[in-house]
């Protein structure tokens, strides 16, 4: 499986981006897939997560804010991001598990590249 996070960049407080995760050598339609954040000297947090059923979840602080999508035709997850805020800035990642579990707890062993996500205020 190979994952690929793209779309991050430099925003103003309260602007917003599209990322995307695109995924290889997997049955995408089959996974569960999670998006994820580290800020600079913090622990990865799970943000927002989709079952291959479309079910979402969120964290606390990017609800209302943050949507998470999928395109299972095009192999590739979404996360759109409104009301950017500078407490937000952080390296992106995505990954894709079948069990609903891993996603939750973000215990994986393989991590693709992430895309950085600068707000400034």
């Known amino acids: 499986v190979q994952l690929q996070a793209s779309g991050g960049g430099l925003v103003q407080d309260g602007g917003s981006l599209r990322l995307s995760c695109a995924a290889s050598g997997s049955r995408f339609s089959i996974q569960n897939m999670g998006w994820y954040r580290q800020a600079p000297g913090k622990q990865r947090e799970l943000v927002a997560g989709?079952?291959?059923?479309?079910?979402?979840t969120y964290e606390d602080s990017v609800k209302g804010r943050f949507t998470i999508s999928r395109d299972d035709a095009k192999n590739t997850g979404y996360l759109q991001m409104n009301s950017l805020k500078p407490e937000d800035t952080a390296v992106y990642y995505c990954n894709i598990h079948h069990r609903w579990l891993p996603i939750l707890s973000g215990a994986f062993d393989y991590w693709g590249r992430g895309t950085l996500v600068t707000v400034s205020s």
């Open positions: 989709i079952t291959f059923r479309g079910t979402t």
